[in-house]
C-alpha cells in the first residue's frame, strides 16, 4: 500500500490565516486532526503516514502554533477561538470538497493500516448505538462533511467544545489523552468541584519559566530537564525510544509554539489562596483552565451524539490522576512548597473526570469506548500506533459504511 504523503496549504478562515496539512483523495472518508498544547500539525505526520489513502486528512495548525496566524486567544472564551477556527475549515472546499450530496461511495478497498495492523486494543464498551445518520460520503444529511475528529491533549478539549457548538459536523471522536471536560487543575473530585473559587493553582501561572524560554529561544539542546528537548523525551511519551526517526521533527513541532501573553503561556494574576496564582483572560493556558473550559454538561446534553472512542496511556505523565504538571500533586510530593493538604487541595482526578462525564453521555443515549494502552504514555499515536490506527480506522469504517 502507497504511504500517505501530506501538502501544506494555507486558507483564511475565521478571519486568520491558517496553515493546513492535507492528504488523500478529496473524496476519501474525512478525518480531521487537532493537535495539542506546544504542538502543531507536524506532530501527526508519523500516525499519517500509517493511514489508508482512502482517507481525506486535513490537520490544521492551531492559531499559535505551527505556521497559522499567531492570533490572540481569548482565554474567556475557553478553547473556542480554536474550535471556531476548525470549525470554519470545514466548509472550505479546496479542503473537504463537496461531493455533490449524492452520498458517493467514499469507502475504498483497504482499511488496513499501512504497516498490516487490524489489532483490536483492549477497551471498555460504553452501551448505546450510532444514530449519526452519515452517508458513505462523509456528508451530514443535512448538509455539510461530517468528518470524524481526533483531538490530542488540548486537541482533545477543541474536539469537544466543537462538538458541543457543532454536533451536526462530527460524524465521530476520538480522545487521545484529552485534557478533562473540567479543565487542567483546579478541581476535586469526579464532577468538578472547584479547589479554591477562584481556581488557584492552574492557568499560565504554573508555567515553568524555563521551558518557556527554552522555547522562546528555540532551544535543541539536551541540558537541563526543561529543555524543548527533554520535556519532549519525558513528558510528552513514556519511553523517548519511541520517538524513533522522528524525534527532530517533532521537536519542530514544539517549537513552533508562539511565546507571549496573548499565546502560551498567557496572562496571570495574585490570588491569596496556595500556590498564589490564579489565570488570567488571555492565553492558551488560561483558555485550558477551569475557570474558562468546563464542557461537561454541555457534551452530556448535546442533542446529537456520536459515537466516542477515548484512547490513553496509563503512564501518562501529563492527564492523569497522578499529573506532573497538576501543582496540587507536585505540592503533595513536596516538590511546590506550602501544600495545604489533601483535605484542602488534592490533586485533580482528570481520568476518573473524563470517564465519568463519559459515562453519563452515554446514559444520554451516547455511546463511548475507553481504550487504556500499558506502557503507553501522553502521545498514543506515537507510541502505540498499531493500536491507535485500529481504533482511528473502526470509526471511519464506521462513517463509510
Not at 475565521?14 to 504542538?39: E, F, M, W, Y
Not at 476520538?174 to 488557584?200: E, I, M, N
Not at 519532549?232 to 524513533?244: E, K, P
Amino acid at each position: 500500500m502507497p504511504r500517505m504523503e501530506t501538502e501544506q496549504r494555507v486558507v483564511t478562515a475565521n478571519g486568520i490565516r491558517q496553515a493546513v496539512r492535507v492528504a488523500g483523495p478529496p473524496d476519501g472518508t474525512p478525518l480531521l486532526l487537532v493537535h495539542g498544547n506546544c504542538s502543531s500539525s507536524l506532530f501527526w505526520e508519523p500516525l499519517i503516514r500509517r493511514l489508508p489513502p482512502t482517507l481525506r486528512v486535513v490537520a490544521p495548525d492551531l492559531r499559535g502554533f505551527g505556521d497559522s496566524a499567531t492570533a490572540p486567544v481569548d482565554a474567556t472564551r475557553g478553547l473556542r477561538d480554536f474550535a471556531d477556527d476548525v470549525a470554519a475549515l470545514l466548509d472550505d472546499p479546496t479542503l473537504f470538497p463537496d461531493v455533490d450530496g449524492s452520498g458517493a461511495d467514499r469507502r475504498g478497498a483497504d482499511r488496513r493500516g499501512a504497516d498490516g495492523s487490524g489489532a483490536d486494543g483492549s477497551g471498555v464498551d460504553g452501551s448505546g448505538v450510532d444514530g449519526s445518520g452519515v452517508d458513505g460520503s462523509g456528508a451530514d444529511a443535512g448538509g455539510g462533511v461530517r468528518p470524524v475528529v481526533v483531538g490530542h491533549s488540548l486537541g482533545g478539549g477543541v474536539a469537544m467544545r466543537l462538538l458541543v457548538d457543532h454536533p451536526h459536523r462530527v460524524g465521530a471522536l476520538l480522545l487521545a489523552a484529552p485534557v478533562s471536560p473540567y479543565g487542567f487543575g483546579g478541581t476535586r473530585d469526579l464532577s468538578g468541584t472547584p479547589t479554591t473559587p477562584d481556581f488557584a493553582g492552574t492557568g499560565a501561572g504554573t508555567a515553568n519559566r524555563d521551558f518557556v524560554a527554552r522555547l522562546a529561544a528555540g532551544d535543541r539542546g539536551t541540558e537541563g530537564p526543561a529543555s524543548p528537548r527533554e520535556v519532549l523525551r519525558a513528558t510528552y511519551v513514556a519511553d523517548s525510544a519511541s520517538l524513533g526517526v522522528d524525534e527532530e521533527l517533532l521537536l519542530d513541532s514544539v517549537l513552533s509554539t508562539a511565546i507571549g501573553e496573548d499565546n502560551y503561556p498567557g496572562t496571570s494574576a495574585e490570588s491569596e489562596n496556595w500556590p498564589g496564582t490564579v489565570p488570567g483572560k488571555r492565553g492558551v493556558l488560561n483558555a485550558l483552565a477551569p475557570t474558562w473550559f468546563r464542557v461537561a454538561d454541555e457534551l452530556v446534553a448535546v442533542a446529537e451524539k456520536p459515537p466516542v472512542t477515548w484512547v490513553r496511556g496509563d503512564a501518562d505523565v501529563i492527564v492523569s490522576d497522578t499529573s506532573l504538571l497538576d501543582l496540587a500533586y507536585l505540592g503533595s510530593l513536596g516538590v511546590v512548597a506550602g501544600w495545604p493538604g489533601a483535605q484542602d487541595c488534592p490533586p485533580q482526578p482528570m481520568v476518573g473526570q473524563t470517564r465519568a462525564v463519559l459515562e453519563r453521555y452515554a446514559a444520554a443515549g451516547g455511546a463511548y469506548r475507553e481504550v487504556v494502552l500499558p506502557g503507553c504514555g501522553h502521545s498514543p499515536h506515537l507510541e502505540r500506533p498499531g493500536e491507535f490506527v485500529a481504533e482511528l480506522l473502526a470509526l471511519t469504517d464506521g462513517q463509510a459504511g
